[in-house]
Nanobody, 124 residues
Framework: QVQLVESGGGLVQAGGSLRLSCAAS????????MGWFRQAPGKEREFVVA????????WYVPSAKGRFTISKENAKNTVYLQMKSLKPEDTAVYYC?????????????????WGQGTQVTVSS
């Protein structure tokens, strides 16, 4: 069973930056893609960004383009989310997920594994 462990969340002022990390436990980890989702209180989990594990191709939600950057280190089985110019509306629990399916990486239902989540709070 693959375990994903996120880290790097915290409290930051609007306009600030944070970098989230998500490390997978398995040595032979090779999903189709890994993604970051977020869930604010009272809202559904929403897609933010994903990256294809082999090709490095990426998918971004429009609100994340230009502010968020996803990257990976295959040798470390780790994916990163660099966030800058953070806004109060970015406040949420951020989850990383891994999918072995090659379709619909923007859908949370397609993901096979999830981390426990890390809180990001952006103050105004």
């Amino acid at each position: 069973q693959v375990q994903l462990v996120e880290s790097g969340g915290g409290l930051v002022q609007a306009g600030g930056s944070l970098r989230l990390s998500c490390a997978a436990s398995e040595r032979t980890f090779s999903p189709y893609a890994m993604g970051w989702f977020r869930q604010a209180p009272g809202k559904e989990r929403e897609f933010v960004v994903a990256i294809a594990w082999s090709s490095g191709g990426t998918w971004y939600v429009p609100s994340a383009k230009g502010r968020f950057t996803i990257s990976k280190e295959n040798a470390k089985n780790t994916v990163y989310l660099q966030m800058k110019s953070l806004k109060p509306e970015d406040t949420a629990v951020y989850y990383c997920g891994a999918t072995n399916k090659g379709t619909y990486v923007m859908r949370s239902q397609e993901y096979d594994y999830w981390g426990q989540g890390t809180q990001v709070t952006v103050s105004s």
